[in-house]
């Protein structure tokens, strides 16, 4: 019985010395398992900013000048609009200025975000018929650039930028279109400008025959602005010139205004901080 005991011995052993071998390969050593495999955070770029008083500068690359365009954006979350009034003068010349008449339809300018991208359409009346116009381009912060088209056949450049509030002394001078002075008249104005972006002051005016003040309430729009006297039955348009310095501006009598009735006119003002 001898030789039977110690091959049942030796095969025990055998059996013992093969199970530590897997052992102390890392069968149940969890210090040596291979780290846990980590997807690297991909970087999302947030969408632009498109709100608040904006002009933009529309440049033909086809020989059609230059529109500005003046309006006060609202956002929710990746749609934008014009909201209340929107300018569109062409040559920025605000005798030419469309979207100030309370009874013509309004211009609504409405665009989308994805992230820098910006896209945005904007339809108005001109001598030539309706234009629509498609912007797109890249937001820099709260600056705009890109390419536009529209349905006139005309295409070029693009860029838009916030304004700056309006309020404060204003002074210049003025003449009729439709009477011509030999010397044109002077006029200052003195403008508050509330919260919701209305306006509301005084026009003092010299050297003009029909009218030596008005009544104003109005308002601010991308940086341009407009004014009237009800009583008066008066409309001013101004819009900035290429530096913000100075305003050009336009003006009009109703033809059924006690004084002045018909009467057209432009001038220039600059904003005077000492309130001379």
Request: aromatic share 8%; with cysteine.
């Amino acid at each position: 019985m001898e030789p039977t005991r110690r091959k049942t011995n030796f095969a025990a052993a055998l059996l013992m010395s093969l199970a530590v071998t897997f052992a102390g390969c890392g069968g149940g050593n969890a210090s040596s398992a291979p780290p846990p495999v980590t997807t690297p955070a991909i970087a999302v770029t947030p969408d632009a900013s498109v709100a608040g008083q904006y002009s933009l500068v529309l440049t033909s690359t086809t020989g059609h000048g230059m529109t500005a365009i003046y309006t006060d954006f609202t956002q929710t979350g990746k749609t934008f609009a014009g909201a209340g009034t929107t300018l569109v003068c062409p040559s920025n010349d605000p005798a030419q200025c469309e979207g100030s008449d309370p009874s013509a339809d309004p211009i609504i300018p409405s665009g989308t975000v994805s992230g820098v991208n910006v896209t945005m359409a904007i339809s108005f009346p001109t001598a030539s018929g309706a234009d629509s116009v498609t912007l797109k381009g890249t937001a820099n912060g709260t600056t705009l650039v890109g390419t536009y088209a529209d349905s006139l056949d005309d295409t070029g450049a693009w860029t838009a930028s916030l304004a700056s509030s309006l309020g404060g002394d204003y002074s210049g001078n003025f003449n009729s279109t439709a009477k011509p002075m030999m010397i044109p008249a002077s006029i200052s104005l003195s403008l508050v400008q509330d919260y919701a972006l209305d306006l509301t002051g005084t026009a003092t005016i010299t050297s003009f025959p029909c009218i030596s003040s008005l009544n104003l309430s109005g308002k601010s729009i991308g940086g341009a602005f407009t004014l009237t006297d009800s009583a008066s039955k008066a409309l001013i348009i101004a819009v900035p010139d290429s530096n913000g310095l100075r305003f050009n501006f336009s003006y009009k009598f109703d033809p059924t205004a006690a004084s002045c009735a018909g009467d057209v006119g432009q001038g220039v003002l600059i904003n005077d901080p000492w309130g001379y």
